[in-house]
């Protein structure tokens, strides 16, 4: 089952903080989320762990609630370049791993 | 490094005939994802070889199939194209599927598939 993304869209001036949101009604292993600029490929943002892990760029920051099956990504200090179309993916244990169901997207867009 | 590469990057298709296109991971990932991406329907997973072994497969009908090689570079085939079939289809790798490691993908820049 997709997970769901909140918002859908984030409007933001630069130096802005956003907040993204994703949630699933499954039991989750991991979540993963990437940036994805129209065009071109989704590039890997951070991976979230079942027990606390995580692995991504210093400048992103991530949180994952396992009892609640969600995950938020923190945007601080927004730039230009922050703008893009943000997903998540979560993937499940046993038989789904390996498998990543992504989310809607949220469209970031970052005024100058 | 060299990142995930995939040909063709376009292609334009007609209705009932088939595909291949081709994934070749980044050096020493022995795992490829395959996603179909549309705005309808967003990004899609389609079906993941480890191996050279097909570990998981997602809700896509027989007309897609997929293999892998002993190199990890892997095909993926569309048969009988349908209109619906056009989307960017998106491999991405990963380096190991260990239980408790990480297991991000990195994704290639896609091949855009028009059927006419």
């Known amino acids: 089952q997709q997970p769901v993304q909140s918002p859908q869209a984030v409007i933001l001036r630069e130096g802005e903080d956003a907040v993204i949101n994703c949630s699933s009604s499954k039991a989750l292993y991991s979540v993963h989320w990437y940036r994805q600029k129209h065009g071109e490929a989704p590039v890997f943002l951070m991976i979230l762990l079942k027990g606390g892990e995580q692995k991504g760029h210093e400048k992103i920051s991530a949180s994952f609630n396992e009892k609640k099956q969600q995950s938020s990504l923190y945007l601080t200090a927004s730039q230009l370049s922050y703008s893009g179309t943000y997903f998540c993916?979560?993937?499940?244990?046993?038989?789904?791993?390996?498998?990543?169901?992504f989310g809607q997207g949220t469209i970031l867009t970052v005024h100058p | 490094k060299a990142g995930v590469t995939q040909t063709p990057r376009y292609l334009i298709k007609t209705r009932g005939q088939q595909v291949t296109l081709s994934c070749s991971p980044i050096s020493g990932h022995r795992s490829v994802s395959w996603y179909q991406q549309t705005p309808g329907q967003g990004l899609q997973f389609l079906f993941e070889?480890?191996?050279?072994?097909?570990?998981n497969k997602g809700n896509f009908p027989g007309r897609f199939s997929g293999r892998q090689f002993s190199n990890s570079r892997s095909e993926m085939n569309v048969s009988t194209l349908e209109l619906g079939d056009s989307a960017l289809y998106l491999c991405a790798s990963s380096l190991d599927r260990s239980f408790l490691s990480y297991n991000e993908q990195f994704f290639g820049p896609g091949t855009r598939l028009t059927v006419l």
């Open positions: 993916g979560t993937e499940g244990g046993g038989t789904s791993y390996g498998k990543l169901t």
């Open positions: 070889y480890f191996s050279e072994t097909q570990r």
